[in-house]
Structure formats: C-alpha cells, structure tokens
C-alpha cells in the first residue's frame, strides 16, 4: 500500500476512535457512509477485522482500503488481492485528511535514510542491524567534509556515547548533520530544515538505493 494511504487513514483513524479502538458499532455506522451495499460492508469487515469485535488503527487501515477497493468494482474478499496503490475511499459528509507537505518531506527522508542504511548494512554481511564506524566513516567521507566535521557528526549522532557500531537512529541522525554541515547550517539547531537537493544525493552516491 501507498504510504499516503497509511497515512491518511491513521489521521482518520486518531479522529474518529476512542483510546486506540473503533467499537464494532461505531465501525458500522463510520463505515456505511461509503454507501456500499450491506453484504458488501459484511465481507469487509469479515475480512478485514481480523475476528476482533472492534478495529486498531492497523485494521482500520486495511477495511478503508478494501472499501476503496470495492468502491472501484472490486470484490474485496482478500487483502491479497489489493492493489499496491488504490484512490482514498469516499465517505459521505467526511473529509479525509491528506498527507500535509511537511510530513510527506520527513516521510521521504526516513525512507530514502532507511534505504540507504539497509544497503550499507547488507555490503556489510552484519546480522544485527548495526553498522561498524568504519563503515559509518568510509561513507560519511563522500561528502567531502572535514574530519574534524565529521568527528563532530560522529558524537552528535552517537549521543556522546563511547561505542564503535551505529544504529538507524543514530545513522540517521548523522545523515541528517552531514546534510545540515553541507548546506552552511548549525548542527546544534535542529529546528532548521535542511533541504535535500539532487546534488546533495548524487554528492552522496545514493542514487544506487
């Protein structure tokens, strides 16, 4: 699924549930202003509640994109069957929020600072997730800063901590300082967005991931 998706229908989800659920009777009533047929609403539910007499936010998810699936003709009797990007459902008298263009941007970052890091963990053979500082280093070293920058970067993203392996977090904290001593900007003021450019990425060789 899209991660827009995911994201819209969590929003709902937070706006129209109580403490984390959606009671089967609540979800009924939401879940009819799709104006979709009764026994269609039916199999929806019996599918994608999973047997839970209420839905999280997970199942939510996964009811909204098999109403969006029935809503384009489709028979929602798995979600197997589901395509991997589907329009947003149609509810009667509710607006479903949309991605805002601030968390689409951090949603991008996050995934292109995962790819990267997967790739540099799997050139790496490491079982544990975690990557050596010298990998960490060797490729830090692409962006043409100065050592004692990228000593910087290295403490800021560990935290101060006296260890030799980085975990996601801290990796992305890294790329994300690596990013802002590029552009000129203040790695201790982190209220700054920092803008990824095509010549940052390329600068970075990560056009591979």
């Known amino acids: 699924m899209s991660s827009e998706e995911v ?10 549930s109580k403490n984390g659920k959606l009671s ?4 009924v009533e939401f ?26 936010a997970k199942t939510f998810v996964g009811v909204m994109r098999l109403i969006a699936f029935a809503q384009k003709g489709g028979d929602p009797s798995s979600l197997a069957v589901l395509p991997k990007m589907l ?7 509710v607006e479903i929020p949309k ?10 970052r996050s995934e292109h600072f995962a790819g990267v890091f997967r790739y540099l963990v799997r050139q790496s053979n490491t079982m544990n ?26 403490n800021i993203a560990v935290q101060g901590k006296q260890v030799m392996f980085m975990d996601f977090q ?11 001593a590029q552009q000129g900007l203040s790695m201790k003021d982190l209220s700054v967005r920092v ?4 010549f940052q990425l390329e600068l970075f060789n990560t056009n591979k991931f």
């Open 31 to 56: 879940l009819q202003k799709s104006k979709l047929d009764r026994h269609v609403l039916k199999k929806i539910w019996s599918v994608g509640s999973g047997g839970d007499v209420a839905l999280s």
């Open 24 to 27: 089967g009777r609540e979800a």
């Open 170 to 180: 801290a990796f992305s904290r890294g790329m994300d300082l690596v990013q802002r």
């Open 129 to 154: 997730m975690t990557l050596h500082a010298k990998v960490v280093v060797m490729f830090f070293r692409q962006s043409n800063l100065p050592n004692e920058i990228l000593r910087d970067v290295w």
């Open 7 to 16: 994201v819209s229908y969590r929003k709902l989800f937070d706006r129209v």
């Open 195 to 198: 803008y990824v450019s095509h």
């Open 87 to 93: 329009p947003l459902a149609v509810l009667e008298g």
């Open 99 to 108: 991605e805002t263009s601030n968390e689409k941007y951090l949603r991008l």
